[in-house]
């Protein structure tokens, strides 16, 4: 997408037309429908949406862990230029925990509540190196000890349910860590915290990122946390990106509706007492329904008959992606 | 006393069409499924020939002048020294199968539905009253029911059956005793759900009698899952009651049921005369399968959660 | 942990003594306690001379408490047909019963958790439909009846396994046992799969159920993304998730297991507690009967207990959290 970009290494990942759908009896649902991004290395990617915008399938998708009847049926998605989509269940299988890590949503529901950590640990660092369990073991602690866990070694032999959520999800982090991957799929992993826990934990995935060079996308439906965090963002509406940029560029100058609307629904300091906190009307649309045309229509403030039918993606200036017919001025922003 | 007005108040049934197309849409969707339409006629067919079976059965099997030791241990099929067939052949003192096999339903239907009647009717009263009134009632009654259900069936069974002795009574009181906890469990569920809604407490606005609330607006409300425990404990006391009359502690030689119909044939199992236990046996196995197809079918419709 | 654990015993012991009440009131308010006491040959005189001495012209309650005396002494009278010690009666049998149990448990156990975990795995596979069409006729089948097809299937028409009976024996630890010898267990297998039958159902579709749940849940999908094998997930992730549960019900219900012996041991002429008390009833031996009754009663506690503890020291969150 980004033209102009100078003449770089290839980025971490590169997905080019994603289409994932689901094959239910009751239809075909397109969770993810022609998504294209790219993520360079140690670049923060936000990935915006509601739930069920298609956001967390399409880091599924990236994985390989899409269950049926789901499926990845369409584009392509560049792993350090692999397409992902070619390679066999074993071969992506290698890849998981070792060059692409993933964080789920639910610290609570992510750690096996039955086993130890040190085993939950151990046995990802020996899915992927043939290590000896004290060398696996000395990995995991130093792991814990990078996410900030004190006193790692006695924190190795303890069950999930005696950390707190915060802790759990350094924990996951320092899973995820283990094997120092190219890219990291964080979905959601902050949802479930507290807000200090929060940004606790972005600061700490933020400086990793940085220091081993690590790809990020960061799958949230919370503006403010990607505007911290991220180096681009990209807002999904019903499988598809509406809008992408850098997102100092995206969230200064929002130029589809439903950015605007997201937006405007964060509370802040500029917004209070100014105007009112909106809301975007309505609800996502079903995906076994979607409108024809922009999927969005319904629900925006500037629909218009050109909506019907569906739109393209436009690039109205370097590092920006837009699918929108009557978008909003760049000049209408303060 | 005061309020005549109670009949006409509007404490609404549950949001629903008139009880007639909701019967009716209820009837297409078990139709919908050809194993419970089967289930059902097997079942009906069963309880007619239960209900109908003096006039069925070719021969008074309890008349011991009618029997003819002769005819004793007859295959099925053969014919009587008189020249009349015995359709499932005879038992070891000449009794004609069919027709004992048609009065042992008979018995067998009677204490199955008798004794499930009986336990729906104790154990829905103390799990309505357990749901609606809860706090250390419904504690002491839950306590009582866990209690009741850490035991085995067969177990609770026999130790009534110890103390009062064998007879059909006997048996109905001991089914009783073993089922009403699972009817309590389930009624107390649904009514604790039900006493939130506002029907109910509409009830308790114009001060009704609680027994009124608790039968006539908590308890039909509560009626889908009862109807669909009370169709498999039907089959389950049915099994019981064999179970226990083929151990020889449950209903007395004279009025034998399935079960014990199936123990007479075990002495002959070894010998090779197989049809005097397994015809009964048959019998048993096509009721129990058949009511549990039905009930299978009314847990699918009635269960809100299959709804859409 | 410990006031946990003393919290259960007084539980416990609640359990035993309101069996025991009932049992009591059952035998000495609703049965007549001088017919069951007393021989029937005894003369009048005996008889109130027995009456007295026994204090069954006490009031009820102090009954109740002799007897209760009497039982923690381990004495519940003398059968009337074996003329001994009704309890050692009941416990001579006690191994018999103990070893179809154990090997019915184990059974349902083998059987019943690999398919149950197939069906889990592959839910919407023929080969699982049909697994979960035939645990439904294992759990609607009276197994008396099942028993007697299997007589007549595989000890009447093919002859290959013996229709009754414990065979030859062994003595092992003190008592005697049937699965130490050949014969014994030729004879032993057929009411162990009878008695089996039931639980590897119920076994099979809680496999299946707790499979189906844990499959669901994240940590399922969290070991999938840190690129473990699906051996490993399915092993050790799964497994032991799964486990938890299913230790416990097998626990608890070898109790039941122990219950309905009463039914296997009366076809297959197995010679334990359950044919004992069938037999006891038939000619109304009280004692017996009692003691059987008192004994179960306990014996379920005891498993209870033993299945809680063990439920405490096998899921991580019990042990170390609260342990209510």
Known sequence: MSTVEPAVATPTLEVRNLQTSFFLRSGLARAVDGVSFTVGRGKVMGLVGESGSGKSITGFSIIGLVDPPGRVHGGEILFNGRDLTKLSETEMRRLRGNRIAMILQDPMMTLNPVLRIDTQMIETVQAHDRVSKSDARSRARDALGMVGIPSPEERLSSYPHQFSGGMRQRVAIAIAMLHRPDLIIADEPTTALDVTIQSQILAEVQKLAREFGTAVIWITHDLSVVAGLADDVAVMYAGRIVESGTVDDVLDRPRHPYTRGLIGSIPSRITQGERRLHQIPGMAPSLLALPKGCAFRARCPRAAAVCETPPEISVPAPGRTLRCFRPYDVELVS | MTVSADTTVVAPEPAVPPAETTFQLLMREFLSSRLAILGLVVVVIFALAAILAPWLAPQNPYDLAQLNIMDSKMPPGSESMEGYRYWLGTDGQGRDMLSGILYGLRISLIVGAGSAVLACMFGASLGLLAGYVGGRIDAFIMRVVDLHLSFPTVLIALMILAVLGTGIMNVVIAIMVVEWAYYARTVRATAMVEREKEYVQAAECLVLPRRRILFRHLLPNCMPPLIVIATMQVARAISLEATLSFLGIGVPITEPSLGLLIANGYEHVLTGEYWISITPGVALLVLIVAINLVGDRLREILNPRNRT | ?324
């Open chain 3, 1 to 324: 942990m410990t006031s946990w654990l003393l919290r259960r015993l007084m539980q416990a012991l609640m359990v035993v003594t309101v069996v025991s009440m009932i049992v009591f009131a059952g035998v000495n308010v609703i049965g007549d306690p001088v017919e069951i006491l007393i021989s029937p040959e005894a003369t009048q005189i005996e008889r109130e001379q027995i009456i007295t001495r026994l204090g069954l012209d006490q009031p009820i309650w102090k009954q109740y408490l002799a007897f209760v005396g009497n039982a923690l002494q381990g004495n519940l009278g003398n059968s009337f047909v074996y003329n001994e010690p009704a309890l050692d009666l009941v416990f001579s049998r006690l191994p018999a019963t103990l070893e179809l149990a154990f090997c019915a448990m184990l059974l349902g156990s083998l059987i019943g958790i690999p398919l149950g975990l197939f069906c889990g795995l592959y839910p919407d596979s023929k080969l699982s439909r049909l697994i979960m069409a035939g645990s439904i006729l294992g759990f609607s089948l009276p197994t008396f009846w099942v028993g007697i097809i299997f007589i007549i299937v595989f000890s009447v028409h093919f002859g290959w396994l013996p229709s009754g009976g414990r065979g030859e024996t062994v003595e092992f630890l003190g008592t005697r046992w049937s699965f130490l010898t050949l014969d014994g267990l030729q004879h032993l297998i057929l009411p162990a799969i009878n008695l089996a039958l039931f639980k590897i159902s119920m076994i099979l579709r809680l496999t299946r159920a707790g499979t189906r749940e844990t499959l669901s849940m994240d940590f399922i999908k969290f070991a999938r993304a840190k690129g473990l094998k699906p051996r490993r997930i399915i092993g050790v992730h799964l497994m032991k998730s799964i486990m938890i549960p299913i230790v416990t019900v097998v626990g608890l219900e070898f109790g039941s297991v122990i219950a309905f012996a009463v039914v296997t041991e009366s076809i297959f002429a197995w010679p334990g507690m359950g044919k004992l008390i069938i037999d006891s009833i038939y000619v109304l031996d009280r004692p017996v009967i009692v003691a059987y009754l008192i004994m179960i009663a306990v014996l379920f506690v005891v498993i209870n207990l033993l299945v809680d503890v063990l439920y405490a020291t096998l899921d991580p969150r019990v042990r170390v959290g609260g342990a209510a």
